[in-house]
């Protein structure tokens, strides 16, 4: 465990860090390095796995770092980029260890196998990614059978352990996870029957969709869902719909499938429960902290970035993000915060926008999604009748995140912004 080994015996005494970081995956490697170059080299990593990585660790496929690196790595290639940095620095970490609680103080207390880790820190950053949707959020009637489980967990067995969940597979939702398993199992021998989509557009990226379900002729269904699942000890069948434009099942549509596994790719939460016991003020978009734009939460030196924040779609802009972030955290720790206190409403069309308010003192860049699909779309960002940033997106998709410039110079003074899709 390197040097996660040395601060074991520490277990059970209060240790003190100028920074705790609650989370080893990519926000929380990339939040470390950059703090240290930066001069903050008293941190700790808090890490609930028994390795650095986060999520990216199961996820062996290629994609990753095109924009971060400039290059396509595989999921753990793009994670030891950043594991190596932070070795090579010396900084602290400690895996096998889940942090509980944080309070508005500061304070952090973490459960390891050896006992209760209390630090002390100046500043806390949450970085603890998110999680999925299950079965039991979306209510789906029918017994209880084994055969039915998320896609982040199928993916864990096949790429961790080895193990072939299934082989006749039905696939509920295309969130980006279900997707690149409907092409991995299909490539490990399993038949993936269809992937049902309860919305009228795919929820997952259109080059997901390509080269993950149309490269290998898997049937992707629109406007569909599961309404019964059945089997007794193993998933024998499931019942799907197709569903009315209030997403409600339509009575003579249904259709029996013979399969031995569901697999649920539904969405994905941020992990918020520290965060609201810290005390920070939730955003109901995106299910993360209110931030602004240093990605400080209304709680103040708390930080968040990467998946605990806003679900992103690709992880080279968790680094992105968690590295604007690091920046914030060293100016806090040097009493040098702008006060943030213009907000960012959502207007026509807008889901969220992260951060959702700003000091007005600096240049920044928002992050948003759209509601709907919008094609030729203009983004704008209004200060009373004043436009003070505008973006043209040529085919505008939930499923992408999208990035505007907010410069300084253009806000005419204090008042809130709007952000909206114009026609
Ligand atoms: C299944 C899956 C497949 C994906 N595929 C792609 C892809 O193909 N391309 C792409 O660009 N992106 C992909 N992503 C997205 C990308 O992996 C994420 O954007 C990125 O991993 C988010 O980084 P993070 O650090 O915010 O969270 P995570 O990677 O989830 O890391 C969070 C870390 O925090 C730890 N943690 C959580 N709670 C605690 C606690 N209480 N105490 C201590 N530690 C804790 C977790 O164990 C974990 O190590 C995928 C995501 C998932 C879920």
């Known amino acids: 465990m390197g040097m996660g080994q040395d601060n074991l015996n520490k277990v059970n005494q209060v240790m003190e860090a100028s920074v705790v970081i609650v989370g080893g995956g990519p926000a929380g490697l990339a939040a470390a390095v950059r703090l240290y170059d930066r001069g903050v080299t008293d941190l700790l990593i808090l890490e609930r796995e028994n390795k650095l990585g986060g999520i990216l660790k199961q996820c062996i496929h290629d994609g990753f770092g095109l924009t971060r690196f400039g290059e396509s790595l595989s999921g753990p290639e793009y994670a030891d980029r950043f594991i190596q940095e932070v070795k090579q620095r010396n900084i602290r970490f400690i895996t096998d260890t889940t942090v509980i609680q944080i309070t508005p103080d500061h304070d952090v207390y973490a459960a390891h196998r050896d006992g209760l880790l209390h630090v002390r820190a100046r500043a806390v950053i949450l970085a603890m990614g998110c999680r999925e949707r299950t079965r039991g959020a979306l209510a789906i009637p029918g017994t209880r059978p084994a055969g039915v489980l998320t896609a982040g967990v199928a993916q864990a067995y096949m790429n961790l352990q080895n193990r072939m969940p299934g082989k006749k597979i039905v696939i509920l939702g295309s969130g980006d996870i279900g997707l690149i398993m409907a092409r991995r199992l299909t490539l490990e021998g399993a038949h993936v029957l269809g992937v049902f989509e309860i919305n009228p557009i795919p929820s997952g990226l259109p080059r997901n969709i390509q080269q993950c379900l149309n490269d290998y002729g898997i049937p992707l269904f ?202």
């Open 222 to 423: 629109l406007s569909h869902t599961v309404t019964d699942i059945r089997g007794t000890d193993r998933l024998q069948e499931v019942v799907v719909s197709k569903v009315d434009e209030k997403l409600q099942p339509l009575a003579g549509t249904e259709k029996v499938y013979a399969c031995d596994t569901l697999i649920l790719s539904v969405g994905l939460i941020p992990e918020n429960e520290l965060t609201i016991g810290a005390g920070a003020e939730l955003c109901p978009q995106t299910g993360g902290a209110y931030v602004d734009e240093w990605y400080q939460t209304t709680v103040p030196g708390l930080f968040a970035a990467g998946n605990v924040l806003h679900v992103h779609d690709l992880v080279d802009f968790v680094s992105l993000e968690a590295e604007t972030m690091a920046e914030g955290v060293v100016r806090y720790l040097n009493g040098a915060l702008p006060n943030a206190s213009i907000a960012l409403r959502c207007g026509k069309n807008i889901g969220h926008t992260v951060p959702q308010k700003i000091s007005g003192t600096e240049n920044v860049v928002v992050t948003l999604r759209v509601r709907a699909p919008q094609k030729d779309a203009e983004i704008v960002i209004r200060q009373g009748k004043a436009m003070v940033a505008r973006k043209r997106v040529r085919n505008a998709l939930p499923a992408n995140m999208i990035e505007i410039h907010l410069l300084k110079d253009q806000l005419t003074g204090g008042q809130d912004l709007e952000v909206s899709v114009n026609d």
